[in-house]
Structures are given as structure tokens and as C-alpha cells.
């Protein structure tokens, strides 16, 4: 018996409540997603259907909980899915669900019409006539660019793309180009000649040197280390970015170790492709 896409969704839902919450009933389903308590008690039926191995009725709790054994079959391991289903409007609707506040970021404008003209000329590799501005700048100017990607880098979104006047390809911030853009014909550049962004690297990161044994292991957790280090691989034009997102300044080191936190080791491997 196949699933649905409706079935699926609660079926997800059911195991992540039960894997990080530690109980599931007919009840929560019932809340969550509005249905009728016969139809939530044979969506936990067929969870356990398809992982005999991951629920017992705990009568105590009138509740489903997880097994020692527990695997998932319908979600990751990773915490960040359960916090960010928290953060959903959706789970509002679980009388008892954690409370959680995400932070606010500043709006970066981006109208309608370019970004059609944008998502067009990625799709279909087209040129693009646009006004950009720039703090060094700040005056229009019409570029002739190629798109290939967009890039989420923490704060704002990027566009990698070929620019016609600095015969390279680079990163566009998104809130930046202004009027209208115009498609101009087949673009002469595409990813595949992209080779920073199609070259893979590796930063290698370690607590600060400076911290003690006991601080150094709290960092080591934190970022679940191997060896005392963190290796983390990206496209070799993203590497800038990851280091800011990592509080990471590779031209001055903080005065404290504790604010500092972490070191990028392999500086000399990578440094080529920094700016």
C-alpha cells in the first residue's frame, strides 16, 4: 500500500513528535492536523505498520513512545527539522507545543519583475541587461550579466553570474540591482565554465588554542569534532561567506579566546580563495 502525500505528511509529523518529544497519541495528530480521531489512530497503526521496531503503547502515558532501538524512516536525525517545524505556524495548533521566538532580519527588497526576469534566465541560460549599484558604486550602472544560481549567504541573497563588463564571474548581491532587467539573448557563459564555483574545498576548523582543555572540549561538542577538528566542505567562492557565518575573522584575531571560539587551521590551503 502506497502513501499519499497527505498520509506522508502526518505520518512525518508523527514520527517526529515521537522521536523528539518522546510520545505520540491520537489526540495530537487530532489537533495538529484536523482530522477525525479514527483516522489519527490508523495513521499511528500504519507508522507501526511500516516501523514495527520504533513505537510501544506506554499505558502509563497514554501515549505511543519510542523504542530504544528507534531508527527513522521518514525524517533525519538532526534536530534543526524539530526546530523548525517548532517555528511553524502549523504546530501552533498542539495546545502544548514548545514555545520558540525567531529573530526578526531586516527585509532586503527585491521586486517581482526582476526576479521573474532572473528565474528565466537561470532556467533557460539567457543574458540579462540590469542596473546595479555597489558601495563602491553607488551610482546605476547597467551590467550585462549571466546568471546561473542564487546563493543564500546568512543575512542576504547573492547571484552568481558572468558579468559581460568584468569578464568574470561574480557574486551579485541580490538587493542591489535596480529598475527593470531585460533578457537579451543566449548566454556565452554558463556554471559549466564557473571554475570557483564548481571547485570543491575543505576548512578545516579547531577550538581556539587559547582556551583551556575544558573550554576546548565544550567547542569540540558543540560542533561534534573529530580529532579536535571540523572539516566542512563548500564550493570555493562560498568560502568567505561560511567564514563570516562562522564569526570566523581570518585578518585579526579577537583579543578573547572565548569570543574567538574557533581558528581556521588550513588558512595557507585556502586563503586563494578569499577576498
Known sequence: MELGDAQTLRLTTLEL???????????????HFGISRQQ???????YRELAPANLYYCASAKAFAPLGNF??????????????????PSSAAIKDVLPIHTLK???????????RALAQAIR?????EVDYVSLTNPNRQGRVIAPHALIQTGLRWHLRAWCEDKKQFRDFV???????????????HTAAQDAVWNTQ??????PDPRLNKAQREVIEVDYQ???????????????????????INTKVLDGIPEAQQLVLVNLNDIKQWLF
Open 17 to 31: 513528535i515521537a522521536f523528539w518529544e518522546g510520545a505520540i497519541n491520537a489526540s495530537v495528530l487530532v489537533k
Open 40 to 46: 489519527a489512530s490508523n495513521d499511528i497503526k500504519r
Open 71 to 88: 531508527k527513522p524512516i521518514l525524517i533525519s536525525a538532526g534536530v534543526e527539522q524539530y526546530l523548525t517545524w517548532l517555528g511553524q
Open 105 to 115: 532580519l531586516p527585509a532586503r527588497p527585491v521586486t517581482a519583475g526582476l526576479m
Open 124 to 128: 533557460q541560460q539567457l543574458r540579462l
Open 174 to 188: 541580490l538587493s542591489r540591482f535596480r529598475g527593470e532587467a531585460t533578457l537579451s539573448g543566449p548566454a556565452t
Open 201 to 206: 574545498i575543505t576548512l578545516t576548523f579547531a
Open 225 to 247: 569534532m573529530q580529532n579536535g577538528q571540523l572539516n566542512i566542505q563548500t564550493r570555493a567562492c562560498l568560502a568567505q561567506y561560511l567564514l563570516q557565518e562562522m564569526r
